[in-house]
Nanobody
Framework: QVQLVESGGGLVQPGGSLRLSCAAS????????MGWYRQAPGKQRDLVAT???????NYADSVKGRFTISRDNAKNTAYLQMNNLELEDTAVYYC??????????????WGQGTQVTVSS
């Protein structure tokens, strides 16, 4: 099992910045992708950004150039630096990790979510 603890959400004005953290613990070996998803009220949960163990990243078009995902493999922690926040970024942000399992599809784990509210 993998436990995920998220932190860093909050209330910020448009144009402001926030940094989210996601710390993984437990059976963290073979985690190969860490990422962030978000879900606004009444909408589906969507990809924000992912990062592999080797540092390859993937971003949703809506956050490219504003958000940066990074990862400290030694600490099993992923970060999401969010700059120039917009009203549309308001959502609950969820950390996600995928863990390789020999002989079958990867296991997937989710954090409890952290609220990000962008409001003037």
């Amino acid at each position: 099992q993998v436990q995920l603890v998220e932190s860093g959400g909050g209330l910020v004005q448009p144009g402001g910045s926030l940094r989210l953290s996601c710390a993984a613990s437990g059976s963290v070996s073979s985690i190969y992708v860490m990422g962030w998803y978000r879900q606004a009220p009444g909408k589906q949960r969507d990809l924000v950004a992912t990062i592999t163990t080797l540092g390859s990243t993937n971003y949703a078009d809506s956050v490219k150039g504003r958000f940066t995902i990074s990862r400290d493999n030694a600490k099993n922690t992923a970060y999401l630096q969010m700059n120039n926040l917009e009203l549309e970024d308001t959502a609950v942000y969820y950390c996600n990790v995928r863990k390789a399992v020999l002989g079958r599809s990867p296991d997937e784990y989710w954090g409890q979510g952290t609220q990000v509210t962008v409001s003037s």
